[in-house]
């Protein structure tokens, strides 16, 4: 399939999901509805399809970061809908656009969160369980179509990452790989590294077994950067990339993402075991030069049945829940796809 071919494909699946999008909005009421796409790897979140009066400027196409989600709030806070967003999430982007309601609603597939069922308004709006029930059969209904989106965005990817690498050949490949996969700061992995490395555990046969996904985030970073100098920011950043090193088996990886979020990932790791580690990770950055200063949260998802994009998400929610129960808490999930919906 060439990129003409891919074209039509997604403007065939646009078709197919703008009707579902003007029902939302004639079941809702909201002058706003639409369906994303949920990146866990690239912990990003792109929209797929849009409709609207455009009231509230959500475009097809546009994509934010999964941390600065309002989706990833409400799902992390437990909930699906909230009517008085300027007073819950003050510095959210919700907040920023003029929304005073928004909802999200999980799109499943397989097991896998892939997306998001959105509508929002400018105005505070309650909604009924029979809304509630028909959003969700909604839900149900464009898990199908935004699987497809999804296929059709990883052979996108695919294609372009194949015609990079043919760009490349002529160059060092070995420092280019180096360049390419590694944070320079801290010398852990960075976000497109940890990428590659991530999907080959979810390609091996080994996947079954099991695994831990350990995210990690300093409490009150930016105030560490405001009162010592960024310079003392990025010796914090570097001296817990060195503490990761220490703990990475031969088959672990850690990575930093950006800013001053870690993955560490932990093939074969047992939830007892994992937190240890992260206790110990704990411990040893307290001994730092800034480590009496600011702590860590740490967030835990452990799965037995291998890795799946959906542990990186629950994660990130045990990450969440840790920083809301104060400064440097470790908080566990155990990942159960087959009784639990990661997300509700």
């Not at 403007?11 to 990146?39: G, N, Q, R, W």
Request: proline share 2%; net charge neutral; glycine share 6%.
């Amino acid at each position: 399939m060439d990129n003409v071919q891919l074209k039509h494909r997604f403007h065939e699946l646009e078709a197919a999901l703008s009707p579902l999008m003007k029902l939302v909005c004639t079941i809702t009421t909201l002058e706003t509805a639409f369906v994303t796409y949920i990146d866990p790897v690239q912990s990003k979140q792109v929209v797929a399809v849009t409709y609207g009066d455009g009231v509230i400027n959500i475009t097809a196409g546009s994509e934010v970061k999964w941390q600065d989600s309002m989706c990833r709030k409400l799902f992390n806070d437990d909930t699906w809908i909230n009517n008085n967003i300027s007073q819950s999430y003050p510095q959210s982007a919700g907040a920023e656009l003029g929304m005073a309601t928004f909802f999200a609603l999980p799109v499943h597939y397989k097991n896998n969160t892939i997306g998001s069922l959105c509508g929002a308004s400018k105005d505070h709006k309650a909604m009924t369980e029979a809304q509630f029930t028909q959003l969700q059969l909604i839900a149900s209904a464009v898990s199908w179509l935004i699987a497809q989106w999804q296929r059709l965005l990883k052979l996108q990817q695919r294609l372009e990452l194949t015609r990079m690498r043919l760009q490349r050949v002529k160059q060092d490949r070995e420092s280019l790989k180096q360049l390419a996969g590694q944070d320079p700061l801290t010398g852990l992995l960075n976000r497109r590294g940890f990428a590659d490395l991530w999907q080959s555990c979810t390609e091996q046969d080994a996947k079954e077994g099991e695994i831990a996904v350990v995210a990690l985030d300093f409490d009150n970073f930016k105030q560490l950067n405001d009162n010592f100098g960024h310079q003392a920011g990025d010796d914090a950043l570097r001296s817990l990339g060195q503490i990761l090193q220490q703990h990475i088996r031969d088959y672990d990886f850690a990575a930093r993402l950006g800013g001053d979020e870690f993955l560490l990932v932990l093939p074969g790791c047992k939830r007892l075991e994992a937190l240890h580690i992260a206790e110990r990770i704990q411990q040893q950055y307290r001994l730092t030069a800034h480590g009496q200063f600011h702590t860590i949260s740490v967030g835990i998802a452990v799965s037995k049945v291998g890795a799946f994009d959906d542990v990186i998400l629950l994660a990130d929610k045990a990450l969440y829940k840790a920083k809301n129960a104060g400064r440097g808490q470790i908080m566990v999930r155990v990942y159960r796809p087959e009784t639990d919906a990661t997300l509700n």
